[in-house]
């Protein structure tokens, strides 16, 4: 479980996240929506203890400051971080390492089955293509069987059947009891798997809803309701 209770952050003297307060539970996929520049990801790196802020963040009941925390869950960054001179096996290897796992090749033997990435072990991440990037940032997050799940914008340069993959591994992994945190604008995408969802908009939390409690009207509508879309934006 992923809990964020009254979390302000500010750039200099801009509240780019406004006393936010949610909750991503143990087997279930929370989306976390908002326009362009909503504070969707810098929601998702406070909790991630990249930034600092003001306010209270437990990741698995433990502080997200907290070794006990970081060991507990993933984050699938909107932009892969890897090194460009480093194979996948070997940053799979600095993976293994940092979080002294011991029974690791063969989830990620399945990962690298399911992202269609067998053949490319031995890459170096230069000559990959940006969705290639994007499935090997998901592995390595994955090999560590993580207990939370964080992911900004996950779909971005994915291809329509790795877009379908990729939900069926969220579904799964909330299946086996992950708290799996979608940040996203493209709502449609997830109109099918999300659980509970939170609209962000200009920092602050201005809805909240669960699959059981939204009623008729569709996820895409309330958004538009909710927040100051701009032309341009997509949803
Ligand atoms: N390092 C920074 N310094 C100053 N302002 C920032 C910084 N990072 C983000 N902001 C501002 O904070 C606000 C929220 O940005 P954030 O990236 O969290 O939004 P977002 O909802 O993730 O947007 P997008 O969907 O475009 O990725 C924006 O107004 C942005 O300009």
Redesign the pocket.
């Known amino acids: 479980m992923i809990e964020v209770k009254h979390v302000t952050k500010c750039?200099?003297k801009?509240k780019?996240?406004d006393d936010v307060s949610l909750t991503a539970l143990g087997g279930k996929i929370t989306v976390l929506l908002?326009?362009?520049?909503?504070?969707?990801?810098?929601?998702i790196k406070s909790i991630t203890n990249l930034l600092k802020f003001e306010g209270e963040i437990q990741i698995c009941g433990y502080d997200n400051k907290t070794l006990e925390a970081k060991k507990s869950f993933a984050y699938i960054p909107?932009t892969p971080v890897l090194y460009d001179s480093l194979t996948i096996e070997e940053h799979v290897e600095f993976i293994a390492k940092a979080y002294r796992l011991k029974e690791y090749k063969e989830i990620v033997e399945r990962l690298l089955i399911l992202f269609h990435l067998e053949e490319k072990r031995k890459k170096i991440v230069k000559e990959l293509s940006k969705g290639m990037r994007q499935k090997v940032s998901m592995l390595l997050a994955l090999m560590i069987s993580p207990k939370a799940l964080l992911v900004?914008?996950p779909m971005m340069g994915l291809d329509p059947q790795s877009i379908e993959d990729t939900l069926r591994l969220l579904v799964d992994l909330k299946n086996a009891g992950v708290a799996v945190l979608v940040?996203t604008?493209i709502i449609d995408v997830f109109a099918d798997v999300w659980d509970e969802a939170y609209i962000?908009n200009k920092?602050k939390i201005v809805y909240h809803a669960t699959r059981e409690n939204i009623g008729e009207e569709s996820l895409k509508d309330i958004f538009f309701t909710y927040t100051d879309r701009e032309v341009g934006d997509e949803a």
């Open positions: 750039y200099g801009f780019a996240v908002g326009p362009n520049g909503a504070g969707k990801s810098t929601t909107e900004d914008e940040s604008h962000l920092g």
